[in-house]
């Protein structure tokens, strides 16, 4: 994947040189045709051992076959070329021809007040948009509410939950973190989904036990895992995504448990200290071996929020990682849903019209949207279970 990855990147690169050159100076000029010669023939590379690969944009970022990519000049101006000529994704298929890799270079350098010059889709390019629809199509983000007015799930696997537990308390011993332990509790979670053949039916009761922590920690990995599969995720990247929800609140083993479980509303001092655990949770993790790098990003990341008004303070142009978004979103979400100390959950339709509300400023738009959905599933599917017969 990694060489076939470098073999798109250098496409991309060249795409963008031979399109830069058309529209300044045609299509007949010689260096259009040397740089599409050049892209041509890194996509064919790229296909040798593949039937395809795909582009596509999430907001500002680039995905290339489910895989979000680092931020660098050439996927952001390509980013931005796309968004600005209404594409969201692209298919690219073996088989594809000089005269389709020209004529997305020709359609991609027209002038965007062109509208008689539409880039259209061809046998092994495939265009279009990426859309977050919700039940029947709709833009509709609201929930309907089963009859118990709660998402019912089939129950955790108890080997998985047991094991994990065993990992969590050895961490509150000595501090070291079983990396091994926790990739095979996420590894089993994702074998399971498969097996059910979909996220939304396999997905694990989100637990409500005293161990707060803990088991916000694998409802965080159930509901990541569902937001990355439900986008096509697969791979090595799913399981890291998974992974780095287990470990994403780890820094709050750090804090005085005092803090953690008090009941009554906290002083502008234990806040303080509260806001502490991303910094000291991705300290910890960096330095432990064997964690995904993406677990010690979203460990600082995620209570950054969408706006960055969040913790800890960044920079104005931070560049938050997808799953960091995916993270916040599970976090937040199970954070309301579960019974606490000193109140009952909120109700499901409460906590969607609040993610409603957050979407675009404290929370990832496309992504929030691409939740609500998978959650919408649940419940529709909850609801329709429970109106059914029993089997004899």
């Known amino acids: 994947m990694i060489n076939n990855l470098r073999h798109i990147q250098d496409f991309i690169r060249h795409l963008l040189s031979a399109t830069t050159n058309a529209s300044l100076y045609g299509m007949e000029h010689p260096q259009v045709g040397r740089t599409s010669l050049q892209a041509f023939a890194s996509i064919s590379t790229a296909l040798e051992n593949s039937q395809g690969f795909s ?7 680039m995905v290339i076959d489910s895989q979000p990519q ?13 968004k600005s000529r209404g594409i969201g994704a692209i298919k690219v298929l073996a088989g594809i021809t000089k005269k389709e890799v020209d004529d997305l270079i020709f359609g991609l350098a027209r002038q965007k007040t062109d509208e008689s010059l539409v880039i259209g889709s061809s046998d092994h390019l495939r265009l279009g948009r990426v859309e977050v629809r919700l039940r029947d199509g709709s833009e509709d983000t609201s929930i309907i509410e089963s009859a118990a007015g709660q998402v019912q799930l089939p129950d955790m696997p108890q080997k998985e ?22 990739f095979d509790v996420v590894s089993g ?6 097996q059910e053949g979909t996220p939304l039916l396999a997905m694990a009761a989100l637990r409500d036990t005293d161990e707060y922590t803990f088991t916000h920690s694998t409802n965080v990995c159930i509901l990541n895992l569902a937001q990355a599969m439900a986008l096509g995720i697969e791979g090595q990247l799913l399981n890291d995504i998974g992974m780095a929800a287990m470990l994403h609140d780890i820094g709050k083993l750090f804090i005085p448990e ?9 002083t502008p001092e234990e806040f303080n200290i509260i806001q502490q655990h991303p910094v000291k949770g991705a300290y910890h993790l960096l330095e432990t071996p064997g964690v995904p790098r993406l677990a010690i990003i979203a460990a600082y990341e995620h209570h950054l929020k969408f706006n960055l008004t969040g913790y800890p303070k960044v920079s104005g142009n931070w560049q938050q990682n997808l799953c960091s978004h995916m993270t916040m979103i599970s976090d937040f979400f ?30 990832h738009p ?7 959905r998978i959650i919408s599933g649940l419940n529709n599917s909850s609801a329709n279970s429970a109106s059914s017969p029993s089997a004899a």
């Not at 680092?70 to 796309?82: G, K, V």
């Not at 849903?337 to 499901?348: A, D, G, I």
């Not at 496309?366 to 609500?372: E, P, S």
């Open 258 to 266: 005092e803090i953690i479980t008090k009941t009554g509303k906290l």
């Open 161 to 182: 939950l047991e094991r994990f537990m065993e990992i969590y308390e050895s961490f509150k011993q000595n501090k070291k973190i079983k990396i091994t332990g926790i």
């Open 366 to 372: 496309a992504l929030t949207k691409n939740f609500l």
């Open 55 to 61: 582009l596509m944009v999430v907001e500002n970022e």
């Open 70 to 82: 680092e931020s660098n000049m050439f996927l952001d101006r390509l980013t931005r070329i796309l």
């Open 334 to 363: 199970d954070a309301l849903r579960t019974r606490r100390s000193y109140r009952e959950p909120f109700e499901l339709q409460q906590i969607a019209g609040m993610m409603q509300d957050m979407m675009g400023t404290e929370l």
């Open 189 to 194: 979670f994702v074998k399971i989904f498969r």
